[in-house]
């Protein structure tokens, strides 16, 4: 388990080395990062300067804290995240999000690559995640309570801000931008699923599938942050085209296809969050 005085010596960096504490935090999914190119007198700090933080070892994620304005916003922009499957702990996925909520952060927007578990959706499609499903036996808050992140046994209800979701739904619709909805399902990786746990994962109720944001959801959802959570849809799950192959290249490939949209979308939404 990870000590209070951990968190707290992260967030005590960051805070004598960033001007004002940030309004947003942005995590940017695989593929997704050119969104930190648009802040403006920005901040680079790399995770290796920061005390206490893990590396990540996924190749689309740079492993830098971005600190400036986008939108006339003060945002943190987090330019790749911490996976389970690279050997993390989920305590330590979401390690980052307990620091932003010590610096002062109460609104999180968490972004990811997610396959089509839907077959209504197409690649290139963003998805408002409405909920999650999480069928995995450890929690990123399980083991002694920090009193400092909030209680023990805490509601998910409303997990994913229906007031952010109202105002994403609103922007999308306004710039002609289709926003499709619905629920995410967590899978630990590093493999893609079998058709088969597709057809499970639909029958469950998914409508996308990944491997990262439902840990840092959670352990925001305990300290009471506000979070909106968006997937962009890069590859049709296995199995829904017949002899299709699921490949890291084409998830890559899609969301550097849709980055100007993205941007568009994500630079609107974070301005009036």
Do not use: W
Not at 110 to 118: E, F, K, P, Q, W
Request: glycine share 8%; net charge negative; proline share 5%.
């Amino acid at each position: 388990m990870i000590p209070f005085e951990e968190y707290k010596r992260s967030a005590d960096f960051l805070r004598k080395n960033l001007p004002e504490c940030p309004e947003v935090a942005v995590v940017l999914g695989s593929g997704l990062g050119r969104l930190a190119e648009e802040v403006e007198s920005k901040i680079t700090i790399p995770y290796k300067d920061i005390p206490g933080f893990p590396m990540p070892t996924v190749e689309s994620h740079a492993g830098l804290l971005i600190y400036g304005r986008l939108n006339g916003r003060k945002v943190i922009m987090m330019s790749g995240r911490f996976h389970f499957y690279e050997g993390y702990s989920p305590e330590t996925v979401s390690f980052y999000v307990r620091v932003l909520y010590l610096l002062g952060v109460r609104k999180l927007v968490l972004t990811n690559a997610a396959g089509a578990v839907n077959q209504s959706f197409k690649v290139g499609d963003f998805m408002l995640i409405t909920d999650h499903i999480k069928f995995f036996a450890e929690s990123p808050v399980r083991g002694k309570r920090i009193p400092e992140f909030g209680e023990r046994f805490f509601d998910m209800s409303s997990t994913y801000s229906p007031r952010m979701r109202d105002i994403a739904r609103r922007i999308a619709d306004d710039m002609g931008i289709t926003l499709r909805e619905g629920v995410y399902f967590y899978m630990p990786g590093p493999e893609f699923e079998t058709p088969a746990e597709i057809r499970a994962i639909r029958i469950l109720g998914g409508d996308a599938v990944g491997m990262s944001t439902v840990f840092e959801a959670v352990t925001a959802a305990q300290c009471g942050m506000e979070v909106l959570g968006v997937s962009c849809i890069t590859n049709m799950a296995a199995g829904i085209i017949p002899n299709s192959v699921v490949s890291d290249a084409e998830v890559t490939i899609t969301a550097a296809q849709v980055s100007d949209r993205f941007c568009s979308l994500m630079k609107s939404v974070i301005a009036e969050i």
